[in-house]
């Protein structure tokens, strides 16, 4: 029976770390992004220019606090993926996956305002998508090489809390997909 449950344990973690790494998604691929951040990456990515004059640019001014400083204004789940690099589970109980309103989402740590409705697009991977950020200063983007692969990891530049990851399978104009996890995010509509 021990067998039968690591087997089991084996192939579930498996198919998670296929699925957000999968460079054709499809609604069967599904997987995290429980990664360590690594040393920064060069910017290879064009610069895009905010969504309008009033999006919210990160002025440089980072916000550093403890770990029971964070505990105390997070969930354990956000505190999970935003500080310990965790993963939500695919098709997440948020419905940001599905959100087909017009906002934007704010990182849940530090309220930075980091992607829009506009640029989300449905993956197919369970998780939130989006060819760009609000605006690239926004966030920041490292190398990750856990799981025996390197991926580039994307971090809310005011808070440094691990947001997801970024790949190049998404659709034009920038060819990117920027995979997250809902627990990082907080959905606010628009007027």
Known sequence: MNKIFTTLAIIFVFSLVIGCTS???SKAAKGP??????????????????????DEVFDGKQIVKTNEEWKKILTADQYHTLRE?????????????????????????CHLKVF?????FESGTGWPSFYQPVNKKNVLELTDKTLGMERTEVLCARCR??????????????????????????????N
């Open 23 to 25: 460079s054709t998604p």
């Open 33 to 54: 992004e429980n990664v360590q951040s690594a040393a920064p990456t060069a910017d290879a990515t064009p610069k895009m220019a905010a969504d309008a004059a009033n």
């Open 85 to 109: 690099a965790g993963t939500d589970a695919p098709d997440d109980d948020f419905g940001y996956t599905s959100n087909h309103e017009d906002g934007y989402y704010h990182c849940a740590a």
């Open 116 to 120: 829009s409705s506009k640029h989300k």
């Open 161 to 190: 809390g691990h947001l997801g990851h970024v790949f190049d399978d998404g659709p034009a104009p920038t060819g990117l997909r920027y995979c997250l996890n809902s627990t990082a995010l907080k959905f606010e509509k628009t």
